[in-house]
């Protein structure tokens, strides 16, 4: 089912992230921090950064987002700025998607306070009865935005993604966890400011928090649907929008042998161009340490056989690396494997752009 977003924000939100903000199981809470339509984030749940702004932790956060140590801190601060919190929302990604333990009493006490709640894990609060009585008691909303429609919903691969004229570009990256959302959301708000039409098809959980208006979350969905489900929400975003460009969301990777959702991904949409999310530092893949990464010039040939159609960029993550190194480190893999290569936060999305060109609808020209 495609998952519509609305147009204007629906409320302002506390990001829960006990223990996770600036590693990979944080990266819903690094992601609304960054960007969100939906929400307007008001802090962050973390007492190992109690004291401290989202930004020191996190490059490319932009905004002034306090790290609070516990939800009395984050209310109390809302409320003194005038701001007060009308959601909490859980910023954790684990992997299996399971709500941590210690979790559990922070959220109730939020309930207690009247907050809704979003969720994007795989333990549904709605099916959960203290959280559901709860709820119930003190007139509050909970969301479990990774439970799956109703079969009654879903869409079977047609072949409608045949009659998208507009450019479709698949982020797809050689890792979970990599940072092929962020890379996502820069390519589509550059292409807006270069005067292009582009919407983002979402794919994951996070996606839909931020305010992708046309999502699914293909992890929590049946297999049999994952194709049409992917079709249909790139074809209904062409159908309603008219973009100049689609740029689809990446899940997992080709490789990893837990998160291989970029196969559906290429087969379904069947993107004209790849652009390739790669972190030079891991060695292994995310949460996998006994399987060791396959070489990036491998991914992309893989990724090539199987869609007949071009990587043309490589975009880092810059994850364990200095700063300062980005640079000759971009010039070294663009040599090694034929490809543009830059790391969009620290060097600005402008260059994706011009190296669409080629595809890009000539009146924009």
Not at 80 to 89: C, D, I, L, N, S
Not at 170 to 178: I, P
Not at 244 to 268: C, H, K, R, T
Request: glycine share 8%; charged share 20%.
């Amino acid at each position: 089912m495609t998952i519509k977003a609305q147009t204007s924000l629906e409320g302002r939100a506390i990001v829960y992230c006990e223990g996770a903000f600036g590693t990979p199981n944080g990266k819903t809470a690094h992601g609304l921090v960054r960007f969100s339509r939906r929400y307007e984030i008001l802090s962050v749940l973390d007492s190992r950064h109690t004291g401290k702004m989202a930004h020191e932790i996190l490059a490319g956060v932009e905004r002034q987002i306090p790290i609070q140590g516990n939800l009395e801190q984050a209310l109390q601060a809302a409320k003194e700025a005038g701001t007060p919190a009308t959601h909490v929302v859980v910023g954790l990604a684990p992997d299996g998607g399971r709500l941590p333990g210690a979790a559990r009493a922070t959220l109730q006490n939020a309930i207690r306070q009247g907050l809704h709640i979003d969720s994007g894990l795989h333990d549904f609060l709605t099916e959960d009865p203290e959280f559901a009585a709860l709820a119930e008691k003190h007139n509050v909303t909970l969301r479990d935005v990774r439970k799956p429609p109703h079969r009654s919903q879903l869409h079977f691969f047609e072949g409608k993604i045949e009659e998208v004229s507009c450019l479709k570009v698949a982020l797809l990256g050689t890792d979970s966890a990599v940072g092929k959302r962020t890379t996502a959301w820069l390519l589509v708000q550059a292409l807006e400011k270069a005067g292009y039409k582009a919407e983002l098809i979402g794919t994951g959980q996070t996606a839909w928090m931020q305010g992708a208006q046309y999502s699914i979350v293909l992890d929590s969905l049946i297999n049999d649907f994952v194709a049409g489900e992917l079709e249909h929400a790139a074809w209904t975003a062409w159908k309603e929008k008219k973009p100049d460009v689609l740029v689809m969301e990446g899940q997992g990777s080709l490789m990893n042998p837990a998160y291989p959702g970029g196969f559906e991904i290429l087969a379904a949409t069947r993107p004209d161009v790849v652009i390739l999310q790669h972190a030079p530092a891991r060695e292994t893949y995310d949460g996998f340490p006994q399987h060791p990464m396959h070489p990036l010039s491998e991914q992309i040939a893989v990724m090539e056989s199987l869609s007949s159609k071009p990587v043309v960029a490589v975009t880092i993550n810059h994850e364990e690396l200095p700063h300062e190194h980005i640079g000759t480190l971009c010039k070294t893999i663009e040599s090694t494997v034929g490809r543009p290569t830059l790391d969009v936060i620290l060097q600005g999305p402008e260059r994706l752009v011009d190296i669409l060109q080629n595809w890009l609808p000539a009146q924009h020209s």
